[in-house]
T-cell receptor, first 109, second 113 residues
Framework: GESVGLHLPTLSVQEGDNSIINCAYS??????FIWYKQESGKGPQFIID?????DKRQGQRVTVLLNKTVKHLSLQIAATQPGDSAVYFC????????FGAGTRLTVKP | DVKVTQSSRYLVKRTGEKVFLECVQD?????MFWYRQDPGLGLRLIYF???????EKGDIPEGYSVSREKKERFSLILESASTNQTSMYLC????????????FGSGTRLTVV
């Protein structure tokens, strides 16, 4: 999950494996959630979003799961590639967007 | 695609200088934001603007001001730069704060010496 602190949570996976990045959000009234990817030296890029009336949404190689009961969001990346190495963070929206601190994904060749 | 452009990728300024960070978006978005990003702390909102000449304080506005004279441009001003303002600054925009994701610029890494 995500946490505020000096060190980002990290996830290291082998190329070709699936990755799962988790996020615990704080506000039960949040109704819109987004995953962003941030590569080194770049701004965050939108990956996928989900609204609170859904519990799953799929994109190209990515799936977002939302569990409102436990306020948990996850991002699944299928067949992880070296280009997926980045910091991933979730955002929750309840009139304002709030961002998590992020998880650093490293893909080993 | 929406493009958010930040004028400088890297800046080095001296303590006490007045610093201007410029951001321009090209998709007629109403809402624009300035964040700072520090290791392990995530994105912290400094100021946002929901219309021309309108501004609202975010979570950490102290030491900063903003200007939005035109819809496409949102400027962040450090009135008197201090070393604790060394950070990555990110500008973002969105059509609607609650309905759409934000589009970010590439960031400006500011070092205050």
């Amino acid at each position: 999950g995500e946490s505020v602190g000096l060190h980002l949570p990290t996830l290291s996976v082998q190329e070709g494996d699936n990755s799962i990045i988790n996020c615990a959000y704080s506000n039960s009234a949040s109704d819109y959630f987004i995953w962003y990817k941030q590569e080194s030296g770049k701004g965050p890029q939108f990956i996928i979003d989900i609204r609170s009336n859904m519990d799953k949404r799929q994109g190209q190689r990515v799936t977002v799961l939302l569990n409102k009961t436990v306020k948990h969001l996850s991002l699944q990346i299928a067949a992880t590639q070296p280009g997926d190495s980045a910091v991933y963070f979730c955002a929750e929206n309840n009139n304002d967007m709030r961002f998590g601190a992020g998880t650093r994904l490293t893909v080993k060749p | 695609d929406v493009k958010v452009t930040q004028s400088s990728r890297y800046l080095v300024k001296r303590t006490g200088e007045k610093v201007f960070l410029e951001c321009v978006q090209d998709m007629d978005h109403e809402n624009m934001f300035w964040y700072r990003q520090d290791p392990g702390l995530g994105l912290r909102l400094i100021y946002f603007s929901y219309d021309v000449k309108m501004k609202e304080k975010g979570d950490i506005p102290e030491g900063y001001s903003v200007s939005r004279e035109k819809k496409e441009r949102f400027s962040l001003i450090l009135e008197s730069a201090s070393t604790n303002q060394t950070s990555m600054y990110l500008c973002a925009s969105t059509l609607h704060r609650s309905l759409y994701g934000y589009t970010f610029g590439s960031g400006t890494r500011l070092t205050v010496v």
